[in-house]
């Protein structure tokens, strides 16, 4: 993308009307320190040098672009798998908390603080403290602690220290309070690595710049292998929006590109139990962004619902707010039911067990239709190795 | 127009000024709790609009505001349930919440609101004052509501003479680096902080608030700024014991 973009922050941190830094005082000189370096950071020789570095040796990038070839004829047309399931610890979260690690040195920072739904950015998180012998502290909601343990071992065997989130609905955006709140109380030594492309400006457009690592090399790839650089059309799932914003970021400006955005309607789009956030959502202020969000009449932040954890988020990036509201991107959902056929699918056809939050983006598939010259690049976020509990119900391997 | 609150700081000093939580324990305590505290002599009142996700506050908020919620609080009844609060209560009162609520109310209404209940001023704890500048300022002023900004130890001195230039109200001053809560003692080094903003010499007068809950922290702030603002340690104080020893907790502050 051209340094400027018509969907580029502005000088103020927004994107037309949506992001903004909505922070308590207390934030503010946090936030500050950040939004006035990470530009001049991450520009660095140096820092680029060692970022790149640690994604190809450490990381395992670049991430293969794979032709699906059994998934294609199925479905009449050219489809691309973005392999960010191969990546170390499992998902495109590592492409993240590796730059921010980087950022946070930087500043001189000592310990590391993180929130996590499913426990694929704590442990993504656990991953790159431990790398740089780091203390790492992450907020996890009682309830996602319960039902996600593998992952929780995961984290302190990389020596993290999980605290529960007791407050509200114990889930993932209450992390978010906590680790907020922590940060509060430690405002001059520690360093909050945000999951997403959410929260206050800087975090969504620094996090869309490490994540951009994605589009980049998709458009290399398909260079090489399809000899047009421009796909007809991306899809990837959508929770906070960082493996979208990751997939779609360099070819945002490309209006011949569609661009897809799946969300995640859980039992049903107006089931009371979703996470469809475009949909359901209304404008307002989460986690110091104004995006769209789902809230009650009263403004009070609603507990949405999906089979997988890492997408219920009651909010979206407003980077995503901005791209559905403008029309540049195209968002649409799929329901439990829909992902899980799609984890089968993709295991028959291909022999990949996607994680459960990349199978909504592959749900999409059956719900349009492409004509047989179209290459459609699918972004795998993730690997199903975390989900395997919820694949041993749903499937009925159980004794 | 007349300023309630910048008159309240001329005629008293060490003032003190409580905030307790709208719709708690009780969902109609609201103008109860109101009056109470006027009649034991407390100079100023921070009504607090209950969050789902109040970022910048501690357990005892936390939960108030949640017990609130589940009450049925949301800003239309606490209007409805302030309507004539000014046939019987003089000091200023302020409405205390996060942003979006009073959004999804749309501001201009919640602004105009206030005026026609005789509501002061707002604290919008994650409204940056930036922001407020850039987008809201207008809608403040057209209604004659003061909006109070908050300093921490972290805030510069740039910074804080800035927000002085704009305050209508008063400064809001964060005792520690932390989220709202009882501590017993102020740390070592708050002081120094009390004693680098008082040198400022700033033309608004300042409150000190999170943190202060008993006598010591009381006169302390007292030392060092026109007075301070109670929040947590009245809450817990309700939920210890009701409504009819409201009394009782704030005789320790005379
Ligand atoms: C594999 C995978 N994909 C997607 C997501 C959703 O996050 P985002 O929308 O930020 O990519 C998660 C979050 O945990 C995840 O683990």
């Known amino acids: 993308m051209k340094e400027k973009s018509k969907f580029s922050v502005d000088s103020k941190g927004f994107y037309g009307e949506y992001g903004g830094a909505f922070i308590p005082e207390l934030l503010y000189p946090n936030v500050k320190e950040l939004e006035e370096n990470y530009l001049h950071i991450m520009k660095e020789e ?11 040796d450490y990381v395992g990038r670049p991430t293969p672009l794979y032709f699906a070839k059994r998934l294609s004829s199925k479905y009449g047309c050219k489809i691309y798998l973005k392999r960010e399931d191969l990546n170390h610890t499992g998902a495109h979260k590592v492409n993240n908390t590796i730059g921010q690690i980087l950022v946070a040195q930087k500043l001189g920072k000592k310990r590391i603080i993180a929130e996590t739904g499913a426990g694929q950015h704590g442990v993504a998180t656990a991953t790159a403290c431990a790398l740089m012998g780091l203390e790492c502290i992450v907020y996890m909601g009682e309830v996602d602690i319960a039902r996600q343990a593998p992952n929780v071992a995961r984290m302190k065997m990389l020596g993290a220290k999980v605290i529960a989130a007791t407050s509200g609905s114990k889930t993932l955006k209450d992390a978010t309070n906590e680790a907020i709140r922590d940060w509060i109380n430690n405002p001059t030594d520690t360093y909050y690595i945000i999951g997403s492309v959410v929260g206050p400006h800087p975090y969504p457009d620094m996090v869309a710049r490490f994540q951009s690592v994605i589009s980049q090399e998709m458009k290399q790839q ?20 960082s493996n979208a914003a990751g997939a779609f970021y360099h070819f945002l400006d490309n209006e011949d590109v569609e661009l897809v955005a799946v969300e995640a309607s859980g039992k049903g789009i107006h089931s009371g139990e979703s996470a469809a956030t475009m949909v359901l959502g209304s404008d307002g202020i989460i986690h110091a962004s104004k995006t769209k969000l789902m809230q009650t009449k009263d403004g009070q932040i609603i507990e949405p619902y999906s089979i997988s954890a890492g997408l219920d988020y009651p909010g979206i990036g407003p980077l995503h707010a901005h791209l559905g509201e403008s029309g540049r991107a195209k968002f649409v959902s799929a329901t439990d039911d829909e992902a899980l056929s799609a984890v089968r699918e993709l295991c028959e056809l291909e022999g990949i067990i996607p994680a459960l939050e990349s199978a909504h983006a592959l749900a999409y598939l059956p719900k349009t239709s492409f004509n047989t010259n179209d290459t459609v690049v699918i972004n795998l976020s993730g690997r199903g190795d975390k989900d395997l509990s919820t694949y041993i119900n749903a499937f009925g391997y159980e004794q | 127009m007349s300023n309630r609150i910048k008159e309240q700081f001329k005629k008293k000093s060490n003032l003190l000024s409580i905030y307790f939580t709208a719709g708690y324990p009780k969902i109609d305590d609201t103008v109860d709790i109101i009056c109470r505290l006027e009649d ?35 800003s239309e009844l606490l209007f409805k349930q302030l309507q004539g609060i000014r046939n019987r209560v003089d000091i200023p009162l302020l409405i205390m919440g996060y942003f979006n609520p009073i959004l999804q109310f749309g501001l201009e209404k919640f602004c105009s609101n206030c005026a026609s209940t005789g509501i002061d001023g707002l604290i919008i704890p994650d409204l940056p004052f930036e922001i407020y500048k850039d987008k809201y300022e207008q809608i403040f002023d057209i209604h004659g509501i003061h909006n109070t900004f908050l300093i921490t130890p972290q805030t510069s001195e740039k910074r804080i003479f800035e927000i002085d230039k704009w305050t209508t109200s008063f400064i809001y001053m964060v005792s520690t680096a932390s989220t709202t809560g009882i501590q017993q003692n102020f740390a070592t080094d708050t002081n120094a902080y009390f004693e680098r903003i008082n040198k400022l010499n700033l033309d608004s007068p300042a409150l000190i608030g999170f943190g202060i809950s008993n006598r010591a922290t009381f006169k302390t702030a007292c030392n060092f700024s026109q007075g301070a603002i109670i929040g947590s340690a009245f809450i817990k104080h309700l939920e210890n014991k009701g409504i009819n020893e409201i009394g009782s907790f704030v005789k320790n502050f005379s």
Do not use: H
């Open chain 1, 46 to 56: 140096q820092f680029q040098k060692d970022f790149l570095a640690l994604l190809k």
């Open chain 2, 40 to 74: 034991c002599g407390v100079d100023m009142i921070e009504i607090g609009l209950p969050f789902s996700d109040p970022l910048a506050d501690g357990p005892v908020i936390q939960n108030s505001s949640e017990v609130s919620l589940a009450n049925g609080m949301n």
């Open chain 1, 222 to 241: 398909l260079l090489t292998q399809t000899g047009n650089e421009l796909p007809s059309c991306i899809i990837a799932c959508i929770g906070g929006g």
